[in-house]
């Protein structure tokens, strides 16, 4: 295991090593509003450009939705911008959100889950970024402090790339990975500065530079609207194998790679799968170990790429198990399930075939998915792939 | 005998350019907002980025698909983020070392309502930007409903004239007043009859934008919302000086100064009677009107005394 | 919409909506709104030049002899008749031209 | 040694995540991985705060409360009271606790090693607040032996500097030095 031995290795919060990931990168302009349980990001960097350590244009503004607005205003004159923030933060940007989205505006933007308004829980769960799911963002899922930090490099190379231009949100779960101190690997400027570096061979996108009379959020008249919404949609379609190179591209330059769009966890010769996301990966990958031990081919796939939902890598996986269940920390309203169930329904005509599958709905308002209750859930996906009948969505606890 | 052009008036010493818009723009005809864009363009200088949102002057000031209607840089934003978007902007040009002015091109709905908290917040910050509102005195784009801008007893669609209430039953919010005690390097009110006045400041704020925030409230009738006659928008504004319900004021880096003394102010009734929109305004209401009118040019009086 | 499929030439060269005005600057053909013109009496205008200020669409245009309203964008509002301090603008209605080949 | 799971029970203010954090550090000082999170909503001073501390030889993946710890931190005695303190622990289980004294009964079957310090005490006089954090970890590294002191030590510098870190490098010798164990026979 990595110890302090290493000097690059330090023990830091999730949100530390957001903030390490956003200064590695070297953003130009970072805008943000403080949040619990996102405050220490805004905290951190301000530190750090306090101390004259960062070189950016550091703007405490006085709400999210100027957040928002500031790093997509930046971004379009050509600035590498960035903003963190959470749940009701993130909501109330959600006007401008579409803005940067449609502008096509490579913005990075770390999102701590917490519950969103409606039922007030200063807690964990990942209702918030269900909440825009359909903003025409990307958006990334984090396991642990150390894929924080390489998700946030792995961001820009993504938001920024020539053929994206689509900004990108991180998300991780408040508290159970905010707070989470761990050791964590902290790459030099130099090392990341040479992994980006490929952006700059790219062809430059357009910028608002004034005096060239180029204006910026044109009205989309007609086709116009059309193309440049077919044009975004094709970007997403880019996403997927953008994520896996540049996953594979991080992994040669920093021995990390993390599967891409999913990690698919002693998959192969599985029976059963478990699909989930974020904090409650690592909690299942426990649970996975013992329950094989014990002679159960039970596999796990962690969702990484949320938006756009990885429809064809997910079914390949899927593809002949006899049971799936999918954990959700948040709800889908309108379909009685959580969000990534729903979703892994809708790709049952491209896995081809039926698969029973299993809805479990926990960790809501940091109520602690525990291993017991993994195990129960590993029961019952067992209990379904031998024929039994079995409830569709489970609540837990 | 026929005159020749001996000299223009004194106004044209303040432009830095030409003219910037498409000869022909979506503004209505005789509207204060198109020759207030214009001038705006002809004083900001080259190196411009208007920022503006969904309004009046939206169709003109965004582009249509690849196709634009000015030469300016421009930015579109929402109604909520002008200043903050402008924030983005100007901070991005200052990071890469990149000459601009930005300018905020707003109307009164987003400056004082909905982008009021983007706007306060740029100005607290003392962000590097012009911001200029053109205030017509409520949501004029989207059919004629009161803003915090609409003077007390006004008719819009909003505020309607009925059996039981007669318009805008408050008054509006004194926004310039209300950003120059943001203690900002500028502030000034100005409007369209009185044009040296308002080129004046135009060029004062943008100067004043290098060092921080200027806000410039430009007064804009609107022919539709506020019922007058096609030919008839700059009397309403010279009316709307003299009467001192829009008085001509400016603060420089805390110090206030009427710009425009109006030596014998002329009854409020001169500048309702121009307008449809206070056909329906009856002594009393006259009387309430003259009152405020003349305990808001009171209060700058004090502010300029000091 | 032909646009839509791969390597077609599209509206925008880029990912988004941007607007380029040396590429292509639109235009109103706003002479089409008028419904009166204004006519100068060169004989009472002192050349003050008020009407070429406060023109909304800024249309009047000056050669260092007189003010000429440009009539294929004057859309005939009718202010510079209005603070003409000689009156020497009159708005004549456009039926009185009716008969005239247009302007432009 | 295999994996070890603590839970710190302290007041808001009194420094009960950063002393999850530092003892973090001395363990991955020591090579151990680990991993350590509070759990609360408001940040509110005096309101009861619990933090986790797990350390291993092996990867640290599940991230779930701790609920069956093998080390129990008290930060502020008047917490020694709280009906839910003992809950879980393991058998053998072992309590760092912030007291003017030695306990007079054995408040669980489990207990197995009790580590007492006059921390606030020793903090008032070392640091000049009640700040006794750091001088409880000390105790921890005198009660079990998990880990050395001068790992500890370094720790400390990861978060501290200047003269609060001398400060605490003293707090927390001494809470090495004075700490009281006692044992029962389970």
Redesign the interface.
């Known amino acids: 295991m990595n110890a302090l031995a290493d000097k690059h290795v330090k023990v830091i919060t999730g949100n530390a090593a957001a903030a390490h990931g956003a200064r590695l990168c070297r953003p130009d302009v970072v805008a943000a509003y403080p949040i619990t349980p996102q405050s220490e990001v805004v905290e951190q960097l301000a530190k750090w450009h306090a101390d004259g350590s960062i070189d950016c244009e550091y703007v405490t503004v006085e709400g999210e939705n100027s957040a928002q607005n500031v790093v997509c205003g930046a971004s379009m004159a050509g600035s590498r911008a960035y903003t963190a923030t959470s749940s009701y933060g993130l909501v109330y940007m959600y006007d401008a959100m579409l803005n940067t989205a449609?502008?096509?505006a490579p913005v990075v933007m770390v999102n701590v889950n917490r519950e969103p308004p409606g039922i007030h829980a200063v807690c964990s769960g990942q209702q918030d970024m269900i909440c825009v799911r359909d903003s025409g963002w990307v958006q990334l899922i984090a396991e642990n402090c150390q894929e924080i930090l390489d998700l946030s490099i792995q961001a820009f190379r993504l938001a920024e790339d020539h053929g994206i231009?689509l900004p990108v949100i991180l998300n991780y779960d408040g508290y159970y990975l905010s707070y989470l101190a761990e050791a964590v690997n902290i790459p030099s400027v130099a090392e990341v500065d040479d992994y980006l570096s490929i952006l700059k061979t790219q062809p430059k996108?357009?910028t608002l530079i004034p005096g060239?009379?180029?204006?910026?959020?044109?009205?989309?008249i007609g086709?116009?609207f059309?193309?440049?919404r077919?044009?975004?949609m094709d970007?997403l379609d880019r996403v997927y194998q953008m994520v896996d190179d540049i996953d594979a591209e991080f992994d040669q330059a920093f021995g990390r790679g993390y599967g891409g769009q999913l990690e698919a966890y002693r998959c192969e010769d599985a029976d059963i799968i478990l699909v989930t996301s974020g904090s409650a990966v690592g909690t299942a990958r426990t649970v996975v170990n013992a329950r094989r031990e014990a002679g159960i081919k039970v596999g796990l796939v962690k969702i990484r790429l949320f938006r756009p939902w990885p429809i064809q890598r997910l079914a390949r996986v899927l593809k002949g198990k006899k049971a799936i269940g999918i954990l959700d920390r948040s709800l889908c309203f309108g379909w009685g399930c959580g969000p990534l169930h729903m979703e892994t329904k809708a790709i049952i005509p491209t896995i081809g075939e039926f698969i029973p599958m299993l809805g479990f709905i926990d960790g809501l308002a940091n109520m602690d998915i525990t291993k017991e209750h993994i195990d129960k859930m590993i029961d019952d996906i067992y209990s379904a792939s031998k024929g039994n009948s079995y409830q569709e969505v489970t609540w837990l606890p | 005998?026929?005159?020749?052009?001996?000299?223009?008036?004194k106004?044209?010493d303040y432009f830095q350019n030409e003219?910037q818009f498409?000869?022909?723009?979506?503004?209505c005809?005789?509207?204060?907002l198109?020759?207030h864009a214009?001038m705006v363009s002809k004083i900001m200088g080259k190196e411009t980025v208007i920022v503006g949102t969904p309004s009046c002057s939206a169709p003109v000031l965004?582009?249509?698909?690849?196709?634009?209607?000015?030469?300016?840089g421009?930015y579109a934003c929402t109604m909520t983020g002008v200043a903050s978007s402008a924030t983005g902007l100007t901070r991005a040009y200052q990071k890469a070392g990149t000459d601009a002015t930005v300018v905020c091109f707003t109307g009164d709905g987003c400056a004082q309502d909905i982008g009021f908290q983007t706007l306060s917040g740029a100005a607290e910050r003392n962000e590097k930007m012009v911001y200029i509102c053109y205030d017509n005195e409520g949501y004029m784009n989207t059919g004629i409903q009161r803003s915090s801008a609409t003077p007390y007893s006004v008719a819009t669609s909003t505020t309607p004239v009925g059996k039981a209430r007669k318009g805008k039953e408050t008054g509006s919010k004194n926004l310039p007043l209300i950003m120059s005690l943001h203690d900002i390097p500028y502030v000034a009110t100005a409007t369209?009859s009185h044009?040296e006045d308002y080129a004046k400041k135009l060029t004062k704020a943008k100067e004043k934008s290098k060092e921080g925030f200027a806000y410039v409230h430009v007064f804009c009738p609107c022919l539709v919302g506020w019922k007058i006659p096609?030919?008839?928008?700059?009397?309403v504004c010279r009316a709307a000086v003299r009467t001192n319900f829009f008085p001509l004021w400016e603060c420089e880096d805390g110090k206030y100064k009427i710009t425009k003394e109006i030596n014998k102010p002329k009854p409020i009734a001169d500048l309702t009677q121009l307008m449809g929109k206070y056909n329906h305004m009856d002594e009393q209401m006259l009387a309430n009107f003259q009152q405020i009118v003349d305990r808001r040019f009171n209060v700058l009086q004090t502010l300029c005394s000091i | 919409?032909g646009?839509?499929k791969e390597n077609e030439k599209?509206?925008?060269?880029?990912?988004?909506?941007?607007?380029?005005?040396?590429?292509?600057?639109?235009?109103?053909?706003?002479?089409s709104?008028?419904t009166q013109r204004p006519v100068v009496d060169?004989?009472t205008?002192?050349?003050?030049?008020?009407c070429?200020?406060?023109?909304?669409?800024?249309?009047i245009t000056?050669d260092?002899?007189?003010?000429t309203p440009?009539l294929?964008?004057c859309?005939?509002?009718?202010?510079c008749?209005?603070?003409c301090p000689k009156g020497a603008i009159k708005?004549i209605s456009e039926g009185e031209y009716a008969d005239e080949c247009p302007s432009r | 040694m295999s994996a070890k799971e603590i839970r710190l029970h302290g007041r808001g203010g009194q420094g009960a995540v950063m002393a999850a954090k530092m003892l973090a550090s001395a363990f991955a000082i020591e090579g151990k991985a680990v991993a350590t999170f509070p759990m609360y909503g408001f940040e509110r001073r005096g309101m009861p705060v619990i933090a986790f501390t797990r350390f291993d030889t092996e990867q640290i993946l599940e991230k779930t409360q701790i609920y069956t710890p093998d080390l129990l931190m008290v930060i502020d005695p008047t917490l020694l009271s709280l009906p839910t303190l003992f809950d879980g622990l393991k058998p053998g289980g072992v309590l760092i606790l912030n007291r003017d004294k030695p306990l007079a009964d054995h408040p669980s079957e489990n207990l197995e090693k009790v580590g007492v310090v006059n921390a606030t005490h020793i903090a008032l006089c070392e640091i000049g607040r009640d700040i006794p954090n750091t001088c409880l970890l000390g105790a921890l590294v005198k009660t079990t032996g998990w880990l050395n002191l001068t790992s500890l030590l370094t720790a400390l510098g990861e978060y501290l500097d200047g003269s609060m870190l001398e400060k605490n490098i003293r707090n927390a010798t001494r809470g090495y030095n004075e700490t009281e164990v006692q044992t029962w026979d389970l």
């Open positions: 449609g502008y096509r231009q996108r357009p060239q009379g180029i204006g910026c959020g044109s009205h989309g086709p116009g059309v193309e440049a077919k044009k975004h970007a | 005998m026929a005159a020749k052009i001996k000299k223009l008036p106004v044209c003219d498409s000869s022909g723009v979506a503004y005809a005789g509207c204060t198109e020759l214009r965004n582009g249509q698909n690849a196709a634009a209607w000015h030469k300016m421009h369209l044009l096609m030919d008839s928008s700059i009397q | 919409m646009f839509i599209c509206l925008c060269e880029t990912e988004a909506c941007w607007s380029y005005s040396d590429k292509l600057l639109l235009c109103l053909d706003t002479s709104w008028r060169y004989e205008c002192n050349c003050c030049g008020l070429f200020v406060f023109c909304p669409p800024q249309c000056e260092g002899e007189k003010f440009n294929d964008f859309k005939g509002c009718g202010v008749a209005k603070e708005m």
